[in-house]
């Protein structure tokens, strides 16, 4: 029996929907290696199998597209840097704007980072930036 059999009328028309508004998304997504699988615990998590696919769609739309290796590697490296926490007053999430207070750093060609970010350190996070735009886009856990 699929999902949506199981579901109410009103919950099979809004799965549909998210699929059909979302998975164009997904496929041009930069992050949808990463962000999909942690989208969809998440939504699983608050929507059960509806909440799923959608949480996978929105996690691929915004996640960056890191490998489990470059994942380690990059979070090996940075972890081991000692550079001073910049406090702000938002929480900081994937897609947040850093301010221009907030120092980027580099992330050296050693690390195997297969595109150019950099990383800061904000309210005791490392976080994965994307430099043209300061934009957040992983957080190192």
Known sequence: MSIFKQQRPTMRLAAIGALAIGLPLAGCASGAGTGAAGGAVAGAAVGGPVGAVVGGVTGAAVGAALTPDETTRVRTYVVAQRHPSVRVRDEVVVGYPLPRNVR??????????????????????????????????????
């Open 104 to 141: 980027l750093y580099p992330v050296p060609a050693s690390v195997g980072l297969s595109t150019e970010y950099r990383y800061a350190v904000v309210n005791n996070r490392r976080v994965l930036v994307e430099p043209d735009t300061r934009e957040v886009v992983y957080i190192i856990q």
